[in-house]
């Protein structure tokens, strides 16, 4: 989703961020109906930039709407509501630390922090500490944030 919003936000190429878009929310789609604990993180995620305000594109909405129709169509595990606020608590709190906190603070640690976004992390290791989730799941996460990461590098070295 990084390349895609970069694609927006620079290169102002909506139809390929759409496609991108597309990609991601299948992709993403795909784990929640395999996987209940990929479930609770692509939920939140969404929610959380949902609530934030981050759902700002044509190409956003595309994900969105993609990804919860093949949901929706495919059904995903009962979830504990429970576990999903905290996902979503955690999502939301990263997407605001991350737009806010540099105007706020010049404390290099929380902008650091806030900048990788690290509030899901932690909550997501966790939970698999706690076996709410599988340690897998966790180590799956996080190669998920570098792949994000990695999006905006691509997209740099390309552009």
């Given amino acids: 989703m990084k390349y895609s919003d970069d694609l927006v936000d620079v290169n102002n190429n909506v ?25 609770y993180i ?15 594109g044509v190409h ?9 129709v093949i949901c929706l169509i495919y059904g995903i595990a009962d979830i504990n509501l429970v576990i999903l606020l905290v996902c979503i608590l955690a ?23 806030f900048e990788y976004r690290f509030v899901m992390k932690i909550v997501v290791f966790l939970l698999a ?8 799941i966790f180590i799956c996460f996080i190669l998920f944030e570098l792949a994000y990461l990695a999006g905006g590098v691509v997209f740099e070295k390309l552009n």
């Fill in 15 to 39: 139809v390929l961020a759409s496609v991108f878009g597309i990609v991601c929310a299948v992709a993403s789609a795909a784990a929640s109906i395999y996987n209940v604990e990929a479930a």
């Fill in 60 to 68: 956003h909405l595309i994900t969105l709407i993609l990804f919860i």
């Fill in 42 to 56: 692509f939920i939140s995620i969404l929610i959380g930039n949902l609530l934030a305000l981050k759902i700002d």
């Fill in 91 to 113: 999502a939301f709190s990263d997407e605001v630390g991350h737009e806010l906190i540099s105007t706020v603070s010049d404390n290099h640690f929380l902008n650091l922090f």
């Fill in 129 to 136: 500490i706690c076996g709410v989730f599988n340690i897998l």
